[in-house]
């Protein structure tokens, strides 16, 4: 009933920049937080940076003032611009939203969804 659908991802050297985006789609009623998640190899998903339907915002030690989120205006789309980028930046990116939605007639209800990640890799 809902998709999150990723782009952006790519190769890219140290110190460039990179721009993810995340739409999120279908029967939603409401979303409270829209955010990023990384996962390297051998190492547990993180939090990069989230933001809440009120616009609260929370990054990742790392990555403040290297990474900036942000959503449009139907708050249904969530943006990460990524500058400075370095070697350990890289991983497989995941969106998330955690959001109400409503199935057929049912609902509504309350799900963590996550979109099937875009790799970021920086090489040195």
């Known amino acids: 009933q809902v998709q999150l659908m990723e782009s952006g991802g790519g190769l890219v050297q140290a110190g460039g920049s990179l721009r993810l985006s995340c739409v999120a789609s279908?029967?939603?009623?409401?979303?409270?937080?829209m955010g990023w998640y990384r996962q390297a190899p051998g190492k547990q998903r993180e939090l990069v940076a989230r933001?809440?339907?009120?616009?609260?915002?929370d990054y990742e030690d790392s990555v403040k003032g290297r990474f900036t989120i942000s959503t449009n205006d139907a708050k249904n789309t969530v943006y990460l611009q990524m500058h400075s980028l370095k070697p350990e930046d890289t991983a497989v990116y995941y969106c998330n939203a955690d959001l109400s939605y409503y199935s057929g007639s049912f609902g509504p209800y309350d799900y963590d969804y996550w979109g099937q990640g875009t790799q970021v890799t920086v090489s040195s």
């Open positions: 933001i809440s339907g009120a616009g609260a915002i």
């Open positions: 279908g029967s939603i009623l409401s979303i409270r937080h």
